[in-house]
């Protein structure tokens, strides 16, 4: 299972951290993704990051701004997000995948976790 956690508001130009752990088995060698739904708006892709880590994929717009990591250590993925936009709000949810590749595609992850929601105010 999957807990996504570290939403919240913040004003335009804040910064925020995502977290999303894991309880009874490990992150190591899984795919990871982040990916967000506005309200009335389709679900997107945001991140994503191979089980090693080695390899990282950002939406271009989010690019330069956010930074996905992991600590496997701790089965635990992260999403730093850094000069928020308004159209940065929306409930973001964390996935996993048992390939240990990146996927920006959410049908090719397996778990999701519960989601979080992130408000950018103006």
């Known amino acids: 299972q999957l807990q996504a956690s570290g939403g919240g508001l913040v004003q335009a130009g804040g910064s925020l951290r995502l977290s999303c752990a894991t309880s009874?088995?490990?992150?190591?060698?899984?795919?990871m993704g982040w990916f967000r739904q506005a309200p009335g708006k389709e679900r997107e892709f945001v991140a994503t990051?191979?089980?090693?880590?080695?390899?990282?994929y950002y939406a271009s717009s989010v690019k330069g701004r956010f930074t996905i990591s992991r600590d496997n250590a701790k089965n635990t993925i992260y999403l730093q997000m850094n000069s928020l936009k308004p159209e940065d709000t929306a409930v973001y949810y964390c996935?996993?995948?048992?390939?240990?590749?990146?996927?920006?595609?959410?049908?090719?992850?397996?778990?999701w976790g519960q989601g979080t929601l992130v408000t950018v105010s103006s």
């Open positions: 009874g088995r490990t992150l190591i060698d899984y795919g």
């Open positions: 990051i191979s089980g090693s880590g080695g390899s990282i």
């Open positions: 996935a996993s995948r048992a390939l240990g590749t990146i996927a920006t595609d959410g049908s090719r992850y397996d778990y």
